[in-house]
């Protein structure tokens, strides 16, 4: 039986911590206009988990939700407002921010997902897949 590897991560006070475990699902960057704001950058990098894959360990009474769209229901830190995780409940998955790992990743992104309403000042740079929408799986 394959043992997973398991990554730590934290937002930014460190009051809410967790552990992740590989694989991912998929990873990548998303650009759709949700991810831009709540992260106030040009996108986000996020791992596709399961919730098996994902604990929280310390904190859990810190994260507060908001169902940011139909389709994603958002956890943050209370304290220091670090997005931890979007639960998608059309697929079960958890989209986990890659920018919290305090863990180096086995896996990076893949490709690039809604670049159809990436800023317009933003040019990815990169030769990875780029898709308007989110690929269908």
Same mark, same amino acid.
């Given at each position: /039986? /394959?043992?997973?590897? =398991?990554?730590?991560?934290? $937002?930014?006070?460190?009051?809410?911590? &967790?552990?992740?475990?590989?694989?991912?699902?998929?990873?990548?960057? $998303?650009?759709?206009?949700? %991810?831009?704001?709540?992260?106030?950058?040009?996108?986000? @990098?996020?791992?596709?988990?399961?919730? =098996?894959?994902? +604990?929280?360990?310390? #904190?859990?009474?810190?994260?507060?939700?908001?169902?940011?769209?139909?389709?994603?229901?958002?956890?943050? %830190?209370?304290? $220091?407002? *670090?997005?931890?995780? #979007?639960? =998608?409940?059309?697929? #079960?998955?958890?989209?986990?921010?890659?920018?919290?790992?305090?863990?180096?990743? *086995?896996?990076?992104?893949?490709?690039?997902? &809604?670049? #159809?309403?990436? @800023?317009?000042?933003?040019?990815?740079?990169?030769?990875?897949?780029?898709? +308007?929408? @989110?690929?269908?799986?």
């Amino acid at each position: /039986m /394959m043992t997973m590897k =398991k990554l730590q991560g934290s $937002c930014l006070c460190g009051q809410v911590r &967790f552990t992740v475990a590989e694989p991912f699902l998929y990873a990548g960057y $998303c650009h759709c206009s949700l %991810c831009r704001k709540a992260s106030a950058a040009v996108g986000t @990098a996020v791992a596709a988990v399961s919730p =098996k894959q994902f +604990e929280i360990t310390q #904190g859990a009474n810190a994260l507060k939700s908001y169902q940011r769209s139909e389709k994603t229901h958002s956890y943050f %830190c209370s304290n $220091c407002s *670090s997005m931890v995780y #979007g639960q =998608k409940p059309e697929t #079960g998955f958890l989209h986990i921010r890659m920018g919290l790992l305090d863990d180096e990743p *086995s896996e990076q992104p893949q490709a690039h997902i &809604f670049v #159809g309403s990436k @800023a317009d000042w933003y040019s990815i740079q990169d030769n990875l897949p780029q898709f +308007e929408q @989110a690929p269908v799986a």
